[in-house]
């Protein structure tokens, strides 16, 4: 069985700062991962995804994450964020067979100026 | 680009009674999966549909049932309403381009069900 593991709940953050919303996976099979933002009262947007090939993934909104599978982890960044990113953020982790999501249980992104 | 539809977006029902819910996917895409969002909860897996078949099933209670229409729109049925019903319900579709399998969901703009 998949699952997904977002320790922090809420993360706050001054504007122009950097920021990184950590989240860990198990599985015991080849994993496709995946980051989608959710804004208040909106649906889900896809940041950015992890199929294969570099670790190093590079989304929408100047967000990227890094794969570690030896860590299990990936963690999202962004060099600088704006009032304008504070939402809900979730992890999500398919297995490619069924492409059914489990999504960890978000990080609330609360910028403030 | 044409991207996923709900409809409706939102609704309220009383207790017992029923609802449909309906999902346009984006053209071309032949699967569809729906999804629940309670408040403050993480979206949930309810199930999902292939060229017409259900695919997989996941936490979706008996009341509740769904397919995938010859057009690929989806509707998903929801009887006997209880309060604990009200969420988000999220449908997301994916396709296949070029013969690949496009692993990335595309979610629609959910509906939201209030159950009084």
């Known amino acids: 069985a998949q699952s997904v593991t977002q320790l922090d709940s809420q993360v706050p953050v001054f504007e122009e700062a950097p920021v990184e919303l950590r989240c860990n996976y198990s599985s015991s099979v080849s994993v496709y991962l995946f980051w989608y933002v959710q804004y208040p009262n909106q649906g889900l947007q896809l940041l950015l995804k992890?199929?294969?090939?570099?670790?190093l993934v590079k989304g929408i909104n100047g967000f990227e994450a890094e794969f570690n599978k030896s860590q299990t982890s990936f963690h999202l960044r962004k060099p600088s964020v704006h009032i304008s990113d504070t939402a809900e953020y979730f992890c999500a982790v398919s297995d490619g067979a069924t492409n059914k999501l489990i999504f960890g249980t978000g990080t609330l992104l609360a910028v403030q100026p | 680009a044409a991207g996923v539809i709900q409809s409706p977006r939102h609704l309220i029902k009383e207790k017992r009674e029923t609802a449909t819910l309906k999902c346009y996917p984006i053209p071309r895409h032949d699967t569809v999966y729906w999804y629940q969002q309670g408040p403050g909860q993480d979206p949930q897996f309810l199930i999902s549909?292939?060229?017409?078949?259900?695919?997989d099933k996941g936490s979706i209670p008996d009341r509740f049932s769904a397919q995938q229409f010859s057009d690929y729109h989806s509707e998903l049925n929801m009887s006997s309403l209880e309060l604990g019903d009200s969420a988000l319900y999220f449908c997301?579709?994916?396709?296949?381009?070029?013969?690949?399998?496009?692993?990335?969901?595309?979610f629609g703009p959910g509906t939201r069900l209030t159950v009084l």
């Open positions: 992890y199929l294969s090939g570099s670790t």
């Open positions: 549909f292939y060229e017409k078949m259900q695919s």
């Open positions: 997301a579709s994916s396709g296949r381009l070029a013969g690949g399998i496009m692993y990335e969901q595309f």
